[in-house]
């Protein structure tokens, strides 16, 4: 069982920056995907970033590929996501989530994951 621990959100003007946090209760190395999903009022949840089994495999949405970086230190048991030039439609509760057993192609399906964080909001407002 791997509890996640989400921190980091909160409010920023547009063009700002944010680095939100993930730690996990246990290890998180290898075979752990550890990516961040994101849920704004209204919508579905929707991948934002992720890391596939490993620190050097990330995937990232469109909508964010360029202004967000997710990395991973696993000595540490923790995930990061890098948020920068934020836009207004980035305002969202910001969501972790762990699997050991993912498989690539269900990178991008939060049905897919096992372990959740309860979240953590961001809110871009001037």
């Known amino acids: 069982q791997v509890q996640l621990v989400e921190s980091g959100g909160g409010l920023v003007p547009p063009g700002g920056s944010l680095r939100l946090s993930c730690k996990a209760s246990?290890?998180?190395?290898?075979?752990?995907?550890v990516s961040w999903f994101r849920q704004a009022p209204g919508n579905e949840r929707e991948f934002v970033a992720g890391?596939?089994?490993?620190?050097?495999?990330?995937s990232y949405s469109d909508s964010v590929k360029g202004r967000f970086t997710v990395s991973r230190d696993n000595a540490k048991s923790s995930v990061y996501l890098q948020m920068n030039n934020l836009k207004r439609e980035d305002t969202a509760v910001y969501y972790c989530?762990?699997?050991?057993?993912?498989?690539?192609?269900?990178?991008?399906?939060?049905?897919?994951?096992?372990?959740w964080g309860q979240g953590t909001p961001v809110t871009v407002s001037s």
């Open positions: 246990g290890r998180i190395d290898y075979p752990y995907t």
């Open positions: 890391t596939f089994r490993s620190a050097s495999s990330t």
């Open positions: 989530a762990a699997d050991r057993q993912l498989i690539l192609s269900s990178l991008r399906l939060p049905s897919q994951y096992d372990y």
